[in-house]
């Protein structure tokens, strides 16, 4: 455990390592974790000895690969300052030693693997459990307080927030994938929402950590971008507006919270039934808008309610069909403001009643009581699958005994 705490802190000192650089802290952290990684290396080694390096290649394969990251860190940290202490920062010979290490550094990035090694051989079934599904609604809550937040607060830490709730969806993505194998991209039940996962997380790595990434390496290389360049140039800056307007998918969080709480994933499913049994609906409120755009264009448009001569405000609302329609629609939702060239004859007053009879009264309450009778059976099938699935859980942890 400590290792692997050693090891998060130590990703986390390479990624921000700009706002490390700040602090003035980048070679004393760096001494600190390689010599933690000296350390832990030379205990491991005490402890197994030779079958540390020799036995079977899925585990040795990790002590030689942790061998390679303490002797590049070594020579690259420790060889690197005695080298330019013997020779001096501006001889030849510290030059030459500079060139032939300094892919050395790469191996730096090695050090996440030992991140993976960790979540690959630990036990994931703990992130299926109710305490973790409470923990990841009360993140993704606060997130979507902070999403605000940063909208409305100017402060510099916000993008550190966001690299940690970025850190736990994707730590939660592995545990899953983990779990669940093939069986996370074809479960049928969850289809959607581990697509969606996905897509958050892919979506939010780039936005996050794809120019750090590249700023990173650049420092590993020893080259650094100079004070006031800018990676954002050419194709780098149509590449960082499409990130940007990434960002906006980090709303699909909150459909993320409508899965974990139980009683909004029960109405989501209620609405999504009923806009299945609401397609028959707007298909009878379009035939109905389309007799009635005829109907008033007829009358309005075409001056038949006025003996031929249509005043400004008919033509300018009833003219043509598609005006009609439009103009049916916004009667049907309150705006009546469209028939105000109408309702000043007793004939224009019984037509506008009609229509808001039809449209407000009649289709607007069959819309309800389907929607309304859609949800309420969808809501009560879900709630009885919760208790079977509650009842054969309860089985399997009695051992099948009743």
Same mark, same amino acid.
């Given at each position: 455990t400590i290792s692997n705490i050693a090891v998060g802190l130590n990703l986390a000192c390479m990624i921000f390592s700009a706002d490390v650089a700040r602090l003035h802290l980048t070679d004393v952290l760096d001494n600190v974790f390689l010599t933690w990684y000296v350390f832990e290396l030379l205990s491991k080694a005490v402890y197994h000895q030779r079958n540390l390096f020799c036995g079977k290649i899925s585990v040795v394969s990790w002590n030689w690969l942790d061998l390679a990251i303490v002797l590049g860190g070594v020579l690259d940290q420790w060889v690197m300052t005695i080298v330019l202490l013997v020779y001096g920062s501006g001889s030849v010979g510290a030059g030459d030693s500079l060139d032939a290490i300094k892919f050395l550094r790469f191996l730096r990035v090695l050090r996440v693997l030992k991140f993976v090694r960790a979540l690959l051989l630990g036990d994931a079934k703990w992130t299926e459990s109710p305490p973790w599904e409470i923990f990841m609604s009360a993140v993704i809550s606060v997130n979507a307080v902070v999403m605000s937040l940063e909208l409305d607060v100017e402060w510099t830490g916000w993008v550190l927030v966001e690299n940690a709730f970025m850190l736990i969806y994707t730590f939660e993505l592995i545990m899953k994938l983990k779990v669940q194998g093939r069986k996370f991209f074809c479960n049928i039940d969850f289809l959607i929402w581990n697509y969606l996962d996905v897509v958050l997380v892919i979506g939010g790595a780039l936005d996050l950590w794809l120019f750090p990434g590249i700023r990173l390496f650049?420092?590993?290389?020893?080259?650094?971008?100079? @004070?006031?360049? /800018?990676?954002?140039?050419? $194709?780098?800056? *149509?590449?960082? /507006?499409?990130?940007?307007? $990434?960002?906006?998918?980090?709303?699909?969080?909150?459909?993320?919270?409508? +899965?974990?709480?139980?009683?909004?994933?029960?109405?989501?499913? !209620?609405?999504?039934?009923?806009?299945?049994?609401?397609? &028959?609906?707007?298909?009878?409120?379009?035939?109905?808008?389309?007799? !009635?755009?005829?109907? &008033?264009?007829?009358?309005?448009?075409?001056?038949?309610?006025?003996?031929?001569?249509?005043?400004?405000? !008919?033509?300018?609302?009833?003219?043509?069909?598609? %005006?009609?329609?439009?103009?049916?629609? *916004?009667?049907?939702?309150?705006?009546? /403001?469209?028939?105000?060239?109408?309702?000043? %004859?007793?004939? !224009?007053?019984?037509?506008?009643?009609?229509?808001?009879?039809?449209?407000? &009264?009649?289709?607007?309450?069959?819309?309800?009581?389907?929607?309304?009778?859609?949800?309420?059976?969808?809501?009560?099938?879900?709630?009885?699958?919760?208790?079977? +699935?509650? @009842?054969?859980?309860?089985?399997?942890?009695?051992?099948?005994?009743?």
């Open positions: 650049q420092g590993l290389l020893g080259q650094p971008p100079e @004070k006031g360049q /800018s990676l954002e140039t050419g $194709m780098m800056s *149509r590449v960082m /507006s499409l990130l940007r307007l $990434m960002r906006i998918m980090r709303v699909l969080r909150l459909v993320r919270l409508l +899965k974990t709480i139980k009683p909004l994933y029960r109405l989501l499913l !209620g609405v999504i039934e009923s806009l299945k049994a609401m397609q &028959w609906v707007m298909v009878l409120t379009m035939l109905m808008l389309y007799a !009635g755009a005829i109907f &008033w264009t007829s009358l309005v448009g075409k001056g038949l309610l006025y003996g031929g001569v249509p005043p400004p405000d !008919g033509i300018k609302h009833f003219g043509t069909v598609p %005006t009609s329609l439009f103009s049916l629609f *916004r009667i049907m939702n309150g705006d009546t /403001s469209v028939v105000r060239s109408v309702t000043h %004859t007793v004939f !224009g007053q019984l037509l506008f009643a009609g229509f808001m009879v039809l449209s407000n &009264w009649a289709i607007l309450a069959i819309l309800t009581s389907v929607v309304s009778d859609n949800m309420i059976t969808a809501s009560t099938q879900a709630a009885e699958e919760d208790r079977q +699935k509650l @009842k054969t859980d309860e089985y399997d942890r009695r051992g099948g005994v009743v």
